[in-house]
């Protein structure tokens, strides 16, 4: 975020729709994206639990983020 806008766009075009997966909060990426963008994320922290089990609960394993994926592109 340091970087200037006009660079950020050449990364980040606002006309291409961009997937972003973050298995953290995402709040970084809120910055660059916009609505048409779909950012996967974690919303919220504090669970314990076996790793397969958590990402399936937050949505973040394979099949989860498969089905949102495709859900964006249709």
């Keep these: 975020l340091n970087s200037s806008i006009d660079y950020q766009q050449q990364l980040l075009p606002n006309d291409i729709p961009k997937i972003v997966?973050?298995?953290?909060?995402?709040?970084?990426?809120?910055?660059?994206?916009?609505e048409q963008d779909l950012l996967i994320n974690?919303?919220?922290?504090?669970?314990?639990?076996?790793?397969?089990?958590?990402?399936?609960?937050?949505g973040?394993?394979?099949a989860s983020i498969r089905e949102k994926i495709i859900r964006f592109l249709q």
Aim: proline residues 0%; hydrophobic residues 30%; aromatic residues 18%.
């Design 60 to 62: 973040l394993d394979y």
């Design 21 to 34: 997966i973050d298995y953290g909060s995402g709040t970084e990426w809120q910055q660059l994206l916009n």
């Design 42 to 58: 974690l919303t919220n922290f504090g669970n314990s639990g076996k790793k397969e089990d958590l990402l399936k609960f937050f």
